[in-house]
């Protein structure tokens, strides 16, 4: 089936960040990008997590599993800005059934994408079709929801903000800054599941084969090469930890 891993930055995220070009620059970070507090907030504390039974071709079930991942997802990170001394707030959420549909103020839910989250709104919509819906006890569904989540935490932190300060900035800075950015949220995902992962009740393939999609995937320059978007969810997933999804230090071949 289509990967979900491929197709989280389109739509309102997309649009903040690549609508405009300017005269190149040197690569550097302020710190609320590369020291930000909630790298520096510890373990994920949540350690379980109760998945919803689902069936294939439920959009209604798989609504109301994604609304349980959606309160762990804020019990887990309620706790970790807590830590960090960053306010929190649980971000909206929607889902719609078919591209096209709207999604507030940031326009409508663009083709080929299976999720977006919106800044002006802090909101999160998830699309539900068939494919993804053949298969709904993979984890492509939790690792979706869990990457957008990772969007409302680098809204929250302020990140998001300072990278689509777009003024002065090459189009080669636009998409490294751009990468950083979804291969954190990646991470960020990875760092959930890691954490909650003992009270799945799942094969330790589950994971792997989500890795295994990901290497498989194709680079669009926008999220990251396969083998980069793989090994940060990984990171993420082993340290159970946002200390480890810091891709703002990290070197430009593991964000290219």
Known sequence: MRSPLFAVLSGALA????????????PSFPPVLTSNK????G???????????IQRDDLDGARVYL?????CLNDSWSRQLAKAKIPFSKPKFGVVSKA???VGKCGKFPAGAQALYCPPERKMTVLLDPLILSEPTELFLMEVVAHEYGHHIQELTGMIDVVDRRKGKSKARIYDEARRIELQAECFSGAFIGSVWQSLGRRDFDFKYILKVAQAGFDDGIHGKPANIAYWLKRGFDAESPNACNTFSAPKARVS
């Open 15 to 26: 649009s903040l960040l690549f609508a405009g070009t300017a005269a190149a620059g040197t």
């Open 43 to 53: 373990a994920m504390e949540l350690k379980e997590c109760q998945e919803q039974p």
């Open 100 to 102: 096209g549909q709207s």
């Open 38 to 41: 909630v790298y520096k907030s």
């Open 67 to 71: 609304e349980f991942v959606l309160d």
